[in-house]
């Protein structure tokens, strides 16, 4: 059983930075798709990124792209979510996931592992 383990949140005020980290229990970051949603209080999981299992491709929502960062670290099973500029909009629960496929995909429902999720507070 694949086990994602995340770190990296906290408090930050608005145009900040923060790096979430996510640390799997074996190579499935090299072999298959990866992902970051978050969710806020009262609304459901967003799609926040994606990453194809090649690492050419890399997808991201509208309100994060030019701020949000994904990339991955094979060496270490670990991918990572920069996050630049942030915004009070963006505090939420984000939480890393994994496919059993190597094809992204941006939809939750599509993505069987998950983290345990990290807060992150953007104060303004």
């Known amino acids: 059983q694949v086990q994602l383990v995340e770190s990296g949140g906290g408090l930050v005020q608005a145009g900040g930075s923060l790096r979430l980290s996510c640390a799997a229990s074996g190579s499935i970051f090299s072999t298959n798709a990866g992902g970051w949603f978050r969710q806020a209080p009262g609304k459901g999981r967003e799609f926040v990124a994606a990453m194809w299992w090649s690492g050419d491709g890399t997808w991201y929502a509208d309100s994060v792209k030019g701020r949000f960062t994904m990339s991955r670290d094979n060496a270490k099973n670990t991918i990572y979510l920069q996050m630049n500029s942030l915004k009070p909009e963006d505090t939420a629960v984000y939480y890393c996931?994994?496919?059993?496929?190597?094809?992204?995909?941006?939809?939750?429902?599509?993505?069987?592992?998950w983290g345990q999720g990290a807060q992150v507070t953007v104060s303004s």
């Open positions: 996931a994994a496919r059993a496929r190597s094809i992204a995909a941006v939809t939750f429902p599509s993505y069987e592992f």
